[in-house]
Protein backbone atom coordinates (compact mmCIF):
# COMPACT_ATOMS: atom_id res chain seq x y z
CA UNK A 1 0.00 0.00 0.00
CA UNK A 2 1.84 3.01 -1.14
CA UNK A 3 0.17 6.82 -0.68
CA UNK A 4 1.43 9.89 -2.58
CA UNK A 5 1.46 13.28 -1.05
CA UNK A 6 2.02 16.57 -3.44
CA UNK A 7 3.23 19.84 -2.11
CA UNK A 8 5.52 22.80 -3.05
CA UNK A 9 2.99 24.53 -5.12
CA UNK A 10 2.50 28.20 -4.86
CA UNK A 11 2.45 31.21 -7.24
CA UNK A 12 5.24 32.71 -8.98
CA UNK A 13 5.63 35.56 -11.80
CA UNK A 14 6.37 34.24 -15.02
CA UNK A 15 9.95 32.82 -15.68
CA UNK A 16 10.53 32.02 -12.07
CA UNK A 17 11.11 28.41 -10.60
CA UNK A 18 9.66 25.78 -7.88
CA UNK A 19 10.31 23.15 -6.70
CA UNK A 20 7.07 20.40 -6.35
CA UNK A 21 7.67 17.01 -4.05
CA UNK A 22 6.06 13.70 -3.84
CA UNK A 23 6.72 12.14 -0.94
CA UNK A 24 5.91 8.27 -0.73
CA UNK A 25 4.67 6.38 2.11
CA UNK A 26 5.04 2.29 2.44
CA UNK A 27 6.63 -0.06 0.39
CA UNK A 28 7.99 1.37 -2.69
CA UNK A 29 9.73 -1.07 -4.42
CA UNK A 30 12.30 -0.39 -7.08
CA UNK A 31 10.26 -1.27 -10.28
CA UNK A 32 7.89 1.44 -9.52
CA UNK A 33 7.50 4.46 -11.88
CA UNK A 34 6.68 8.03 -10.40
CA UNK A 35 5.05 10.21 -12.96
CA UNK A 36 4.13 13.97 -12.54
CA UNK A 37 0.59 15.28 -13.87
CA UNK A 38 -1.19 18.67 -14.26
CA UNK A 39 -4.85 19.73 -14.86
CA UNK A 40 -6.25 22.51 -15.98
CA UNK A 41 -9.76 23.26 -15.10
CA UNK A 42 -11.99 21.54 -17.89
CA UNK A 43 -8.90 19.89 -19.30
CA UNK A 44 -7.97 16.16 -19.02
CA UNK A 45 -5.12 15.24 -17.37
CA UNK A 46 -1.64 16.21 -19.18
CA UNK A 47 1.61 14.01 -18.37
CA UNK A 48 4.46 15.48 -18.10
CA UNK A 49 7.65 13.92 -16.54
CA UNK A 50 8.57 10.43 -15.08
CA UNK A 51 11.59 8.64 -12.92
CA UNK A 52 11.89 4.69 -12.66
CA UNK A 53 12.93 4.45 -9.30
CA UNK A 54 15.21 1.72 -9.81
CA UNK A 55 17.18 2.54 -12.83
CA UNK A 56 17.20 6.43 -12.16
CA UNK A 57 15.70 6.80 -16.18
CA UNK A 58 14.22 9.78 -16.24
CA UNK A 59 11.71 11.04 -19.48
CA UNK A 60 9.94 13.87 -20.39
CA UNK A 61 6.89 15.03 -23.10
CA UNK A 62 8.43 17.98 -25.00
CA UNK A 63 6.42 20.51 -23.79
CA UNK A 64 8.98 20.61 -20.51
CA UNK A 65 11.67 19.17 -21.50
CA UNK A 66 14.58 21.67 -20.84
CA UNK A 67 12.78 23.30 -18.66
CA UNK A 68 11.49 20.85 -16.11
CA UNK A 69 13.58 17.88 -13.80
CA UNK A 70 12.97 14.97 -12.35
CA UNK A 71 14.98 13.60 -9.30
CA UNK A 72 14.90 11.09 -6.27
CA UNK A 73 16.08 10.83 -3.07
CA UNK A 74 15.68 7.45 -2.25
CA UNK A 75 15.95 7.82 1.65
CA UNK A 76 13.43 9.97 1.72
CA UNK A 77 11.24 8.56 -0.23
CA UNK A 78 10.23 11.72 -2.25
CA UNK A 79 10.83 12.73 -5.88
CA UNK A 80 11.04 15.93 -7.37
CA UNK A 81 10.27 18.46 -10.08
CA UNK A 82 12.61 21.66 -10.97
CA UNK A 83 10.15 23.68 -12.75
CA UNK A 84 12.08 26.30 -14.26
CA UNK A 85 11.21 29.55 -16.94
CA UNK A 86 7.73 28.72 -15.77
CA UNK A 87 5.13 30.45 -18.25
CA UNK A 88 1.66 31.31 -17.48
CA UNK A 89 0.39 28.30 -19.51
CA UNK A 90 2.11 25.90 -16.37
CA UNK A 91 -0.91 27.21 -14.29
CA UNK A 92 -2.73 24.04 -12.46
CA UNK A 93 -2.92 21.34 -10.63
CA UNK A 94 -0.01 19.60 -10.02
CA UNK A 95 -0.37 15.87 -9.06
CA UNK A 96 2.07 12.98 -8.74
CA UNK A 97 1.21 9.34 -9.17
CA UNK A 98 2.78 5.60 -9.79
CA UNK A 99 2.57 2.05 -11.54
CA UNK A 100 4.15 -0.96 -11.20
CA UNK A 101 5.93 -1.45 -14.51
CA UNK A 102 8.96 -0.80 -16.27
CA UNK A 103 7.40 0.88 -18.82
CA UNK A 104 7.51 4.69 -17.02
CA UNK A 105 6.24 7.03 -19.85
CA UNK A 106 4.18 9.81 -19.04
CA UNK A 107 2.31 10.42 -21.74
CA UNK A 108 -0.32 7.36 -20.10
CA UNK A 109 -1.62 9.17 -17.20
CA UNK A 110 -4.37 6.57 -17.02
CA UNK A 111 -2.21 3.36 -16.57
CA UNK A 112 -1.18 5.60 -12.76
CA UNK A 113 -2.72 5.21 -9.73
CA UNK A 114 -2.34 6.24 -5.99
CA UNK A 115 -2.89 10.14 -6.85
CA UNK A 116 -2.76 12.66 -4.28
CA UNK A 117 -4.47 15.71 -3.47
CA UNK A 118 -2.07 18.02 -6.06
CA UNK A 119 -0.38 20.97 -5.35
CA UNK A 120 -1.96 24.02 -6.82
CA UNK A 121 0.91 26.48 -9.23
CA UNK A 122 0.18 29.66 -10.73
CA UNK A 123 2.09 31.59 -12.84
CA UNK A 124 1.40 35.08 -13.36
CA UNK A 125 2.46 36.95 -16.44
Known amino acids: QVTLVESGGGSVQAGGSLRLSCVAS????????IGWFRQRPGSEREGLASILRGAGTTLYVDSVKGRFTVSQDIAKKTVYLQMNSLKPDDTAMYYC??????????????????WGQGTQVTVSS
Open 97 to 114: AKKYSPDCRPDRPTTFDG
Open 26 to 33: GNVLRGYC
